[in-house]
């Protein structure tokens, strides 16, 4: 593998890590660090960290953590070869010995992008030259800004006018045959795989051009036509418009799914820049995945037919799953998001855009447009279908309110609200005892997590004096030394922290984690991204050291011992306070846990 020490230190120095984060997580300011979602585990409330200053990130949640390095190879799947690559390309610095086997694979996708371009340079010079395909765009209701925007170009009729002219550009067919742009023939000629269709490049959010979608002009079947699966192009994970709308869907918080090229242009067009669409295929786990790290509020909004609605809440439970706030819009009947706007509606989709429902919300209202609520018989049928969609809701208060507005479409109504409401609900308690077969839940005990005990709090702290250069670091330095740090990674750390503070005079923590083995440099790096803990006291300081020595790490100048039958470790001082005017080591006398070595 090529030495790549000196230009990772340059790229480093040239991409920070909150540049390259920030373009797959919404990160908010939290004191010195930079907060989100995580990326890698399914997750609610925020735990994944960024630290600019030592060029770390760290989920608290799942344990991941690491530099912009292994962040890019666990976002793209990359090998750390071909992580570094595409920074350096990134940033221009120049590596040496560019030949190991990812930097070939790397390569090789940029050959693939590099084709694509020149396809996609093709089909726009083509629809310049194919006034009755412009006219087709526009007709759909598109801009020549728009039209451009998205690259938007046209395949002619010809079998073999990409194959020409990629032969021209010195293309050997075979790469442009693995580029999914040309077809091997039976009889082993070749020819374009995409003939007299409006050509949609699909870009990733690095920009790269990673394959194409073709609509038929005529009555060629298929009606939409997709490049096969590459190297760079995989469906199951690549989402159309990603490139445009990935920093609006962060910025607003806020994402639109639809089901098509057309619904995603027009809809950017009408100023929904946070939009994108699945590429000819079912909405993936590795779509949500790719969406999660932007942003948890989702909005599908799909066909108002019945495949469309009910490919939307097939991926509306699958946004569920994921711990997603999905919505699902209810666009008037026969239209889709294109035809809606294309007919001048903008306000129609937006009202439909921000009175979305959540699942069960959907469902009911399907269910009141399904039934004749004119009838006994209409109003019983909804609500027995209706209970068994709300038995499905987990949330007692949302299952309540959509029990009082199905209250007004119960037969006994007129008898009063309550008592329509008590039969609803009982049908619906019915329908939850069917799904759990009569069985209780069963009680979880509220088991808190175990806190560190005083020596192992007592060493924490004094590490993080050393990472963050804190004024008591030369203390420390002076007052311990590694063998004092009791358990194998505490003296790691230790080993690490004393060596490079004394040889540099400060801490370059992204150096020493590479130095590292894993479970050290996990541990130091948690130490340094743990946030909420302000600057130690001098006093506090000398009450750590004073708890270390008498811990009996070294008995050579111990003034101080545990009291009898307490075992290293095992107080945890969490009712002493600094404010409470006295120190640590008073704490402890006055709870009968330490005394002096000679009473």
């Known amino acids: 593998m090529a030495d790549f020490r000196d230009a990772r230190e340059e790229i480093r120095g040239r991409i ?42 760290r989920c608290f949640g799942c344990g991941e953590h690491g530099d912009i390095f292994t962040f890019l190879m666990k976002m793209e799947n990359l090998t750390f070869a071909e992580a570094i690559e595409r920074l350096a390309q990134r940033c221009g610095v120049q590596l040496d010995q560019p030949d190991s086997a990812s930097s070939r694979r790397a390569g090789r996708k940029e050959i693939l992008a590099g084709i694509n371009s020149l396809a996609t340079g093709y089909y726009s010079a083509m629809l310049k030259k194919m006034p009755s395909a412009v006219k087709y765009l526009h007709d759909r209701g598109l801009a020549d800004s728009t039209i451009e925007q998205f690259h938007i ?15 021209k550009k010195g293309i050997e067919v075979n790469d442009a045959i693995e580029a999914g742009l040309l077809i091997r023939s039976e009889r082993d000629s070749f020819y374009d795989r995409f003939r007299n269709r409006i050509v949609f490049p699909i870009l990733d959010i690095q920009e790269r051009i990673i394959g194409f979608g073709g609509r038929a002009i005529g009555d060629d079947q298929p009606k939409y036509l997709n490049s096969p699966e590459t190297p760079l192009f995989v469906k199951t994970r690549s989402l159309y418009g990603m490139n445009l709308a990935r920093k609006a869907i962060a910025s607003a918080d806020r994402v639109l799914v639809v089901e098509g090229y057309m619904d995603t242009i027009t809809v950017h067009q009408a100023g929904f820049a946070n939009c994108v669409a699945t590429l000819g295929t079912a909405l993936t ?29 097939r991926g509306a439970y699958m946004f569920e799953q994921a711990e997603c706030d999905v919505r699902i819009a209810r666009l008037p009947k026969g239209e889709d998001p294109d035809s809606l706007i294309r007919t001048g509606k903008v306000a129609e989709f937006a009202t439909a855009i921000d009175n979305a429902l959540p699942i069960a919300g959907y469902r ?29 809701v987990s949330s007692f208060t949302d299952r309540e309110r959509y029990i009082k507005e199905l209250a007004a479409y119960h037969p006994n109504w007129g008898t009063g609200t309550a008592h329509a ?21 069963v009680a979880r005990p509220n088991v808190k997590a175990g806190r560190p005990g005083a020596l192992d709090q007592a060493l924490r702290i004094v590490l993080r004096v050393l990472i963050l250069g804190e004024e008591g670091a030369d203390t420390v330095l002076e007052a311990l030394s590694p063998e004092k740090f009791s358990g194998e990674v505490f003296q790691k750390a ?23 083995d ?66 640590f080591s008073e704490y402890l006398r006055r709870k009968g846990k330490l005394k002096r070595a000679d009473e």
Not at 19 to 37: F, H, N, Q
Not at 153 to 167: E, F, H, N, R
Not at 421 to 441: C, F, L, M, S, Y
């Open 153 to 167: 170009g046209y395949a002619p009729a010809a079998w073999d006018g990409l194959l020409q002219y990629l032969g």
């Open 494 to 516: 230790a080993e690490a922290l004393f060596g490079m503070f004394r040889e540099k005079r400060g801490i370059y923590l992204t150096e020493i984690l590479e130095k590292s």
């Open 285 to 313: 786990q590795e779509h949500i995945n790719v969406l999660a790290r932007l942003t948890k509020n989702v909005v599908l909004t799909y066909d108002a037919d019945s495949a469309g609605m009910k490919a939307a809440l």
């Open 364 to 392: 009911i209202a399907d269910l009141l447009e399904k039934h004749d609520l004119s009838t006994v018989v209409g109003k019983t049928a909804m609500l027995n279908e209706a209970a068994k969609v709300l038995s499905e």
């Open 16 to 57: 920070g890590i909150l540049d390259l984060v920030s373009e797959y997580v919404t990160l908010k300011r939290a004191g010195k660090s930079l907060k989100g979602l995580c990326p890698f585990h399914a997750e609610k409330t925020p735990s994944f960290t960024v630290n600019e200053v030592f060029g770390t990130w």
């Open 518 to 583: 894993p479970e050290t440099a996990n541990f130091l790096n948690e130490l340094a991204m743990r946030e909420g803990e302000p600057p130690i006291s001098e006093k506090a300081l000398k009450d750590c050291l004073a708890w270390i020595e008498n811990s009996g790490i070294s008995k050579t100048r111990t003034s101080e011992i545990l009291a009898p039958g307490m075992k290293n470790g095992a107080i945890d001082p969490e009712g002493w306070s600094e404010g409470q005017g006295e120190s």
């Open 421 to 441: 409401e008590d039969h609803i609900r009982a049908d619906v308690e019915t329908q939850i005892r069917k799904r759990h077969g009569d069985n209780k839940p």
